[in-house]
């Protein structure tokens, strides 16, 4: 091809033991951008990977000719999030692809296609396979969007892309970034999702990472949605309102029914006290909120090393 | 074949170590020859680097290299002051992510060593997030071009130097308690005092010299890219080092109204870990470089594709849009990195004293201002 596209960009692939589909993948999306930009570079993070995924980055990176290739080795596992965090913070293109998932099946002119429809002025463009998901993550999806509404809805994505601005909207935001999907979502830039016909589904997951999406399931809808908040609210909204008719019904039995001495003053003591306690969590609830916000910004990942392999 | 010249002492490289010691052995009276592979002096790694007279911030996690420098520079910027751009403000910044140093480590660091350093806000140089810390510091930067004409002035007036470019060393052997060094062209010499401060040459100059017992340096080699760009209007009068992690530096280059651009990842283009240095591009050299003879990088029909694009991307990601540059142009060198100073990214300078009678001193450092460690070696009173 003559004319090679003039930015620069970078792609950051999340990879924890993906030694099988790795290769081609990498192959995949170098052969597409050395094909269409002029300089790019690969930026491989590697969230502690038990088998043979380094080795097959570094297998690639000696073939590659005229691009950069770098590993980010993460010191421990620390899942997609915090991972691709750290990739992203490295790359230095005027776009960044990420890849949360390697062993995803994604239609090779995608890449191409994202990329295009985000120089038409959006700042980040994702690729969303058209299928059925788990309904786990049906449901995440279902409470988050109700939740959030109002930003852009999430869905599962095989892959997207950022623009400079983007990433730098971003960290002016917030310092870290415990989701990136739902930061991205509600930054404020003009988003798209491309949606394709998926041919076969991902591999499977492991019960590790499993877990950690569970975890990053419920930390994104307490720290990017109100519901925890609304929730608890609303449950203490309703004790509250049970102990005034409690006091009420205390005060009717004593009028009416005249009871052993020193009940009614017992219970109007205790449905004070109650009404007290709920008040005061309902408060609890209400700083705990504020200091959530303030916070989980300090979250920070731990690397142990950048290698530069190409 | 002519006759064998006698020298008090023979010097390999004409790198400003090789010079700086010709000029003091002169200045004791003492006949010396300078053998340069060149075909002029101060070709290569003198003038190849960032030309930065370290005054020791680079090495926040080695304190004791750091105050060497600090104590190293004050007297070569007293004794060079003439070739150095002092007018400018040294901007030293740590980066928010992957760095190795925060900024409050970096401002204690700095107060132990004894070495200016004023906190400035991030935001006045850099994009919003990228850094967490920048330090006004006094660094100055030096002009090889001009440092050179000195010393090839001040070495023209003292008779009993010689400098012979485009040296062919074909052997050095041992010869009662001298050493004689053949060239190709026949000429030969002779010297009781043998001085190798040829840098990343210095095991290759090792292993010239016969039957000696000497290990090579425990070094790798780095070919490296320094990129000279024009400065915009704002950053003209500014340096700025983003540290300390796989981070770039842009400041000016000596007295050339060009800055120099460097980037730890991608300064360096390719790494030889034998102790020899062998690289993939010496096949490609037309014979001008091999692992027994390096030639110079920069004039190499084969040296690599420059790495602006990524150096430059760099750059921008961290730098605001108004401290803008442009390319001018590359120079290659070879780097040899001392490999026990990896992990606190110390720079000593090492003095190996290979052979006593006669003498065989092998010099290697990785900075200008310790230059005066030679001193002791050299000094006749000893």
Known sequence: MENKEKNFVSAVIYVYNHEKALPGLLNRINGILAENFEHYEIICVDDRSTDGSVKMIQ????????????????????????????????????FVFEFDKVDEEFPGELLMEVYRTSLTGFDIVSAAPNRAERWTSRLFYWIYNRAAAGRA???????????????????????????????????????????????SRGGGISGEERANR??????????????????????????????????????????????????????????????GVFAIFAMIMKYLTILIDLVFTKQRYVIEGIEKVK | ??????????????????????????RQRERVLVLEWDDQAFGRATYINQARVHMGYHYPRSLSTAQKSAGYFARFTRDYEFCMLKEFEQIYATS????????????????????????VSPSRYFR?????????????????????????????????????????????????????????????????????????????????VQDLYGEPFGIKYELCEIILCEPSEHLRPVGITVMDGPFFSVMPFGKTGLHSLTSVTFTPHMTSYESLPVFPCQEKSQGSCTSLQLGNCNDCPAKPESAWPYMSHMAEKYLREEYGFSYKGSLF??????????????????????????????????????????????????
């Open chain 2, 333 to 382: 060198s070879m780097k040899p990195i001392l490999k026990n100073s990896e992990l606190d990214d110390s720079r000593p300078t090492v003095i190996r004293r290979l052979s006593d009678k006669p003498t065989f001193v092998s010099v290697l450092s990785g900075k200008i201002n310790t230059v005066y460690d030679l001193d002791e070696v050299l000094s006749n009173g000893e």
């Open chain 2, 96 to 119: 928010a992510q992957f760095s190795w140093t925060d900024a409050s480590q970096f401002q204690k660091f700095c107060q132990a060593a004894g070495i200016r350093c004023e906190e």
């Open chain 2, 128 to 208: 919003s997030g990228m850094c967490d810390g920048a330090f006004l510091t006094t660094e100055y930067t030096y002009d090889a071009r001009i440092l050179r004409d000195y010393y090839l002035e001040r070495l023209g007036e003292e008779a009993g130097v010689s400098i012979r470019y485009h040296a062919r060393i074909r052997q050095i052997y041992q010869d009662g308690d001298t050493y004689k060094v053949e060239l190709e062209d026949g000429l030969s010499a002779r010297t009781g005092f043998l001085l190798n401060a040829s840098y990343a040459s210095a095991n290759q100059v090792l292993k010239k």
């Open chain 1, 214 to 275: 569970r975890d990053m399931a419920f930390n994104s809808l307490i720290l990017f949605t109100n519901l925890g908040y609304k929730l608890s609210g609303a449950l203490a909204g309703l004790m509250m309102a049970l102990v005034i008719f409690i006091g009420i019904y205390t005060v009717v039995i004593f009028i009416s029914a005249k009871p052993v001495e020193g009940w009614t003053t017992t219970m109007l003591f205790l449905a004070l006290a109650f009404f």
């Open chain 1, 59 to 94: 297998k690639f990176a000696g073939k590659v000719e005229g691009a950069s290739v770098s590993i980010l080795h993460m010191s421990y596992y620390q899942g997609v999030e915090l991972a691709m965090n750290a990739g992203v913070d490295l790359a230095i293109g005027d």
């Open chain 2, 1 to 26: 074949m002519r006759e064998t010249e006698n020298y008090d002492k023979i010097i390999i490289g004409a790198g400003l170590y090789g010079l700086y010691a010709a000029l003091f052995c002169a």
């Open chain 1, 153 to 199: 809805p999430l869905r599962s994505e095989a892959f997207r892309i950022l623009s400079r601005r983007a990433i730098n909207r971003v960290h002016a935001m917030c310092q870290s970034i415990p989701y990136r999907k739902a930061v991205y979502a509600s930054c404020g830039l003009r988003t798209e999702t491309l949606v394709y016909e998926q041919r």
